[in-house]
């Protein structure tokens, strides 16, 4: 391996473990390297806190004149919470720098590489784009359109099917797909279910990882407000519950919730929610990113209204039958194969006894 590619693989793999602890900001990492000994290493850990760049220049210190620095992003050019990371590196005397992914924020989007190729610094671009890139997909998802990155996450059989013609539903997929699963759950910033999978499974949608995990958002798509207190989304606090109805509810049901602060209700514009305009209101409320769980009438009204950027499915070597048995997409469905979304797929990968298969939307 080349020598910029294994100091910015150093960098992608430390960003990799911030993965859903950065938002809204994105996942990013620098190495500081002064012949050919690294002397500086940071990683952005929070928003609000120093940028990865800032971070791996204080510890290098003086040794970082004349050195080179790895970094996963483009340094930004702009003040924010912090001064543009462009400036600081020009200040440290850094003679070349490395860079993995642009920063397509368009208060960024290249003019942090100008900035120091105006002041002489050799910049190289796009070593090991895709692999950082794939760090980030839903901050640049985010940052260009204002709207959350929605992962739709399903488990089914070789036949397709989430459960038996009776309902059965438990355990389709093994133990190992299942903790990968949970992994997506600490990555995103918000999970959502629909009524009908609250009253049929009564989930608490936390993250459940060996050496713990954050959980995200918990959202409920419910028009008529039929989620029962009784609940453990409403029971359990480790999370807060948005719970989305239409705008047909009373004030008296709202206030049904009040005793339990973690919960909000938020009844939308019109009679059923909406994708779009729920959607929106995620982008306004900095959610970054959407894992939609269930049921089949959820995945399919996100499928057209054309919102679904990622699918991760998990499919168990079981063959289950019946023509009335679920599959994960329900609901009306797409009516014309010419109007159906192809995606392309990003991997297959073997995990446990199940295959999972990553696919993405093509971004325009
Ligand atoms: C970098 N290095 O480590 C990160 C960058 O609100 P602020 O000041 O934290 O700025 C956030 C923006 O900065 C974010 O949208 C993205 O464009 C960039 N993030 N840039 O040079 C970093 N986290
Ligand atoms: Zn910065």
Redesign the pocket.
């Known amino acids: 391996m080349d020598r910029d590619k294994r100091y910015i693989s150093m960098a992608i793999q430390m960003a990799k473990e911030t993965v859903g602890q950065?938002s809204?900001?994105?996942?990013?990492a620098?190495v500081v390297v002064k012949d050919n000994q690294v002397v500086g290493l940071?990683?952005?850990v929070k928003?609000?806190e120093p940028?990865?760049?800032?971070h791996a220049l204080q510890m290098a210190g003086e040794k970082a004149e004349d050195a080179e620095i790895f970094?996963t992003?483009?340094?930004?050019s702009?003040?924010?919470?912090?001064p543009p990371?462009?400036k600081a590196v020009i200040e440290a005397g850094i003679r070349r720098v490395v860079i993995a992914s642009n920063?397509p924020?368009p208060?960024?989007s290249g003019r942090?590489i100008e900035m120091m190729e105006q002041a002489g610094i050799e910049v190289r671009t796009n070593v090991m784009k895709e692999e950082a890139d794939a760090l980030n997909r839903s901050?640049f998802h985010f940052?260009q359109t204002k709207e959350p990155f929605i992962r739709l996450k399903s488990a089914m059989s070789l036949d397709g099917k989430i459960a038996t013609s009776t309902g059965e539903s438990q355990w389709i997929t093994g133990e190992e797909a299942r903790r990968d699963g949970h992994r997506y759950r600490h990555q995103s910033d918000a999970i959502l279910v629909g009524i009908n999978t609250v009253l049929a499974d009564n989930p608490k949608l936390t993250t459940r990882l060996e050496g713990r995990g954050s959980h995200p958002i918990r959202i409920v798509l419910d028009t008529k407000l039929r989620i029962p207190p009784s609940a453990q989304l409403i029971q359990n606090q480790e999370a807060p519950t948005w719970i989305f109805t239409g705008k047909n509810v009373s004030q008296a049901e709202v206030d049904t919730f009040k005793p339990y602060p973690h919960v909000k209700i938020i009844p939308l514009n019109e009679e059923k929610v909406r994708i779009g305009e729920l959607v929106s209101y995620l982008g306004e409320q900095k959610v970054t990113s959407v894992l939609v769980e269930g049921g089949g009438t959820i995945a399919d009204a996100f499928v057209r209204a054309g919102k679904v950027n990622e699918t991760v499915t998990y499919i168990a070597p079981k063959l289950i039958g019946g023509k009335d048995a679920l599959t994960p997409v329900g609901g009306e469905g797409v009516k014309q194969l010419k109007q159906v979304e192809a995606f392309e797929i990003l991997s297959t990968e073997q995990v446990g006894d199940d295959i999972k298969i990553i696919s993405v939307k093509r971004e325009e």
Not at 24 to 28: E, I, L, T, W, Y
Not at 73 to 76: H, I
């Open positions: 950065t809204p900001n994105p996942s990013v620098a940071g990683v952005h928003a609000g940028h990865a760049e800032v970094v992003l483009e340094p930004c702009h003040y924010g919470s912090t990371c462009a920063d924020n208060k960024v942090g901050f940052i």
